[in-house]
């Protein structure tokens, strides 16, 4: 097996990855495997809403995420969009109390965004026919060539590599 750009298993087959998971973390990891080569697949127990590509059911996040370094890199790297594109830039950082008064005041230049806004540039960039909604992990069976991955409507998906991103209720 060779862990380089187009990864391959030991019989050249590109190597399959299941993504259990269609947020973030399962977004970033699925298009960082999908730029060396892997077959990626992911799977989100949820539903979203195609029009605006957010979850449904959920609010909106707002503002507040300071966008770090390594996800600008990550942004930039894969061709999905600018820093500057996604957010704005925040010059100070200030700490207010409960009265609302201003106990410090920090000079902190950061560029800040929103859940929804990152999670739509991300989202908007993995292709659609290799995202599914409404799929629910409920088991998993290893074995020394594979994993099957079982979900709630009966669906059995056999993978190479099977990444859990879903969250605290991960089965």
Not at 60 to 79: C, D, K, P, T, Y
Not at 110 to 131: A, C, E, G, I, N
Not at 133 to 152: H, L, N, T, Y
Request: proline content about 2%.
């Amino acid at each position: 097996m060779q862990l380089n750009h187009g990864i391959t298993q030991h019989n050249s087959k590109r190597l399959r990855v299941v993504i259990a998971g269609g947020s973030m973390g399962g977004l970033c990891a699925g298009l960082a495997l999908r730029g060396i080569g892997c077959d990626v697949e992911i799977f989100e127990r949820g539903s979203y809403n195609e029009a605006n590509l957010t979850p449904s059911g959920v609010q909106s996040r707002g503002a507040g995420l300071v966008l770090q370094m390594e996800i600008n890199r990550f942004l930039a790297e894969h061709g999905i969009t600018t820093a500057e594109a996604l957010g704005v830039t925040s010059w100070k950082r200030q700490y207010i109390v409960g009265d609302g008064s201003i106990i410090r005041e920090e000079s902190t230049p950061q560029l800040m965004t929103s859940w929804d806004m990152l999670y739509r540039q991300l989202r908007k960039v993995f292709p659609d026919q290799h995202y599914h909604q409404g799929s629910k992990v409920i088991g998993v069976e290893q074995s020394d060539d594979c994993v099957v991955v079982r979900f709630e409507d009966g669906r059995k998906e056999k993978c190479d590599l099977l990444i859990g991103a879903d969250g605290t209720d991960s089965t």
